[in-house]
C-alpha cells in the first residue's frame, strides 16, 4: 500500500506478545529508580531488574541486537538507491515466464511546471504479483519479489517491463504500484500508479483526479495486439 497523491501502503507485521508472569513494569518508576543510583553495582542490579520484568534473558540479548540490526540493514538495503551509473532509463521487473498479464509502463518526470522533464532521477517501483502478494508466504517481510529501479534519461523518461499487479487477497483494496522517485536535488517522493477499470476503484477517486490530466495517478491501459498491456504515467513533481 508501503504514499501522497501519496497514498502509502504498509504491510503490518504481525507481532507475538508474551503475557508477563510478573506485575506490569511501571517504566517512570523504573527509570527514576535507575537514574538515581550513583553506583555501577546498583545500575547492573537495575537494568536486571528491567530485563526481568520484560522478562529477556540476558543471554538471549545479542540475538535480539543481531536480529534487529539484520532488519534495519534489509530494511534500508530495500529502498536504497543502487549505484546510479548501472542504471538504465528502461527496465525489466520480472522473467518472460512471470505468471500474470505482461504490462509495459513508460511515463516521464516533470518539475512543478509540467513541462520541463528531470534526467537523472531515480525511480524505484514494487508491486505485488498475480496472486496479490508481494512475497511468498513464509518469507521476511522485507522480501518484495517484484521490483526494479530504473534512471529518467535527457527526456526525463522512464519505462519497465511487468505484470499487471493484483489487489491484495480477500481484499477490496485497488491494484497499484508503488513507487519511489530520488530527485537529483536529494529530495524524495512516494507516488502509486492505479489502473483504470479496475473494479475496485471507488467514484470518488476518480472524481479526485478528474483535473490532473496526464499527471493523474489512475493510468489508461492501451491493450495493444501483441497481448502486452501497455500505460503512461507521467509524474510532475510539486
Ligand atoms: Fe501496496
Known amino acids: 500500500m ?12 504481525h507481532h507475538e506478545t508474551r503475557t508477563p508472569t510478573s506485575s506490569p513494569l511501571n517504566f517512570d518508576e523504573a527509570s527514576r529508580t535507575c537514574f538515581s543510583f550513583k553506583n555501577r553495582r546498583r545500575s547492573s542490579y537495575c537494568s536486571s531488574l528491567v530485563l526481568n520484568r520484560l522478562q529477556i ?24 538507491p543502487p549505484e546510479k551509473k548501472t542504471l538504465s532509463w528502461k ?17 516521464t518526470i516533470y518539475q512543478s511546471d509540467g513541462k520541463t522533464p528531470i ?8 508491486h505485488t504479483d498475480a496472486t496479490g502478494v508481494y512475497a511468498p508466504k513464509g518469507s521476511a517481510q522485507d522480501s518484495i519479489r517484484i521490483k526494479g529501479w530504473m534512471k529518467t534519461n535527457s527526456e526525463g523518461k522512464f519505462e519497465f517491463r511487468t505484470i499487471k499487479p493484483v489487489c491484495y487477497p480477500r481484499s477490496s483494496a485497488v491494484a497499484h504500484i508503488h513507487a519511489k522517485i530520488f530527485l537529483p536535488n536529494g529530495s524524495e ?25 496526464i499527471f493523474s495517478p489512475i493510468m489508461k491501459i492501451n491493450h495493444g495486439g501483441d497481448g502486452v498491456l501497455r500505460c503512461v504515467k507521467n509524474i510532475r513533481i510539486r
Open 189 to 213: 517522493r512516494w507516488d502509486e500508479f492505479l489502473f483504470d477499470g479496475d473494479t475496485n476503484l471507488r467514484s470518488h477517486v476518480y472524481e479526485k483526479h478528474k483535473d490532473e490530466g
Open 57 to 80: 534473558n540476558r543471554k538471549s540479548i545479542p540475538l535480539y541486537l543481531v536480529c534487529i540490526t539484520l532488519f534495519v540493514i534489509a530494511t534500508a538495503l530495500g529502498q536504497t
Open 119 to 126: 534526467p537523472n532521477a531515480l525511480l524505484y517501483v514494487y
Open 91 to 107: 527496465t525489466r521487473l520480472v522473467s518472460e515466464r512471470e505468471p500474470g498479464e505482461p504490462l509495459i509502463v513508460s511515463g
Open 2 to 13: 508501503p504514499v501522497t497523491s501519496m497514498t502509502v501502503v504498509s504491510t503490518s507485521a
